[in-house]
T-cell receptor, first 111, second 115 residues
Framework: DAKTTQPNSMESNEEEPVHLPCNHS???????IHWYRQLPSQGPEYVIH???SNVNNRMASLAIAEDRKSSTLILHRATLRDAAVYYC????????????FGTGTSLTVIP | NAGVMQNPRHLVRRRGQEARLRCSPM?????VYWYRQLPEEGLKFMVY????????ESGMPKERFSAEFPKEGPSILRIQQVVRGDSAAYFC?????????????FGPGTRLTVT
């Protein structure tokens, strides 16, 4: 399965934008890029996903590099509730039954 | 709309006992996935089921673990003769379609402690 690389941790000030990077240099043409987050003591929560084009939803934006070897999750205004571990996951028909969770990025939001 | 429900939320078992974890998928979802999260680690896939069928159990330990998703009722993850190493959070997810372009919705998890 194609692997992703994320920084272990990041910090952001409250109400400022946050850019969470993810490298996936071995991505295949059929891999979807999914982002989930996990708040303390909770199950993972879907954030956003995309294939080739940038995506926006009410929670976040996903910017995908033109060569698709990296992507960035953008939280437009961080709140304290956004403090969580963020997972960048690749999923295609070979791994379609499951998500491979790495260690993710632990985001700290500073009031 | 109720989300994915799991019970119990916390379960304590002594070594050698059996643990039964239940998962009710979101309404209309027929695909269920079980994951395990050891302390300080990411989630690891265990098994994928559709109604009455195990589709992929490549992440299930070979012994003591079993899963089912009957025609009626919740999906059950069963751990026989639990050991301390089984202590973990077990998460269930469901989806309407098993396709890489669709999201899975996760439950709150069952935290199993083996004493």
């Amino acid at each position: 399965d194609a692997k992703t690389t994320q920084p272990n941790s990041m910090e952001s000030n409250e109400e400022e934008p946050v850019h969470l990077p993810c490298n996936h240099s071995t991505i295949s043409g059929t891999d979807y890029i999914h982002w989930y987050r996990q708040l303390p003591s909770q199950g993972p929560e879907y954030v956003i996903h995309g294939l080739t084009s940038n995506v926006n939803n009410r929670m976040a934006s996903l910017a995908i590099a033109e060569d698709r070897k990296s992507s960035t999750l953008i939280l437009h205004r961080a709140t304290l509730r956004d403090a969580a571990v963020y997972y960048c996951i690749l999923r295609d028909y070979r791994t379609g039954n499951q998500f491979y969770f790495g260690t993710g990025t632990s985001l700290t939001v500073i009031p | 709309n109720a989300g994915v429900m799991q019970n119990p939320r916390h379960l304590v078992r002594r070594r050698g006992q059996e643990a039964r974890l239940r998962c009710s998928p979101m309404k209309g979802h027929s695909h269920v996935y079980w994951y395990r999260q050891l302390p300080e680690e990411g989630l690891k896939f265990m098994v994928y089921l559709q109604k009455e069928n195990i589709i992929d159990e490549s992440g299930m330990p070979k012994e003591r673990f079993s899963a089912e998703f009957p025609k009626e009722g919740p999906s059950i993850l069963r751990i026989q003769q639990v050991v301390r190493g089984d202590s973990a959070a077990y998460f269930c997810a469901s989806s309407a379609i098993s396709h890489p372009g669709y999201e899975q919705y996760f439950g709150p998890g069952t935290r199993l402690t083996v004493t």
